[in-house]
């Protein structure tokens, strides 16, 4: 089992920044694969940006690409995502998750075995 706790989203305006964080518990995180994902009012959850057990390998959506960095720190059991000259349209409740995959099938939800409760992110216009 592992235990997913994220943190760092609040209410921003437009061209602002936030970091979120993701702390993992109860088994040894560089095992797993994490990615960050989100989901916006009527709308499906999608994956933002995934990371590699080592950190070598990074992916990002289409829409966040250049602007959102993901980084992990095997050492502390933490995952981020640096976000960066933020839209309205990123608004949403955002998600840490963990898998065990062994490819590198990021935006596949249904790989992930472990999620968090989800931290809101609200942009400002």
């Known amino acids: 089992q592992v235990q997913l706790v994220e943190s760092g989203g609040g209410l921003v305006q437009a061209g602002g920044s936030l970091r979120l964080s993701c702390a993992a518990s109860?088994?040894?995180?560089?095992?797993?694969?994490m990615g960050w994902f989100r989901q916006a009012p009527g709308k499906e959850r999608e994956c933002v940006a995934g990371i590699s057990r080592s950190g070598a390998n990074t992916f990002y959506g289409d829409s966040v690409k250049g602007r959102f960095t993901i980084s992990r720190d095997n050492a502390k059991n933490t995952v981020y995502l640096q976000m960066n000259s933020l839209k309205p349209e990123d608004t949403a409740l955002y998600y840490c998750?963990?898998?065990?995959?062994?490819?590198?099938?990021?935006?596949?939800?249904?790989?992930?075995?472990?999620w968090g409760q989800g931290t809101q992110v609200t942009v400002s216009s």
């Open positions: 998750a963990a898998s065990l995959m062994l490819n590198s099938r990021w935006t596949e939800r249904r790989l992930y075995d472990y």
């Open positions: 109860g088994r040894t995180f560089s095992n797993y694969v």
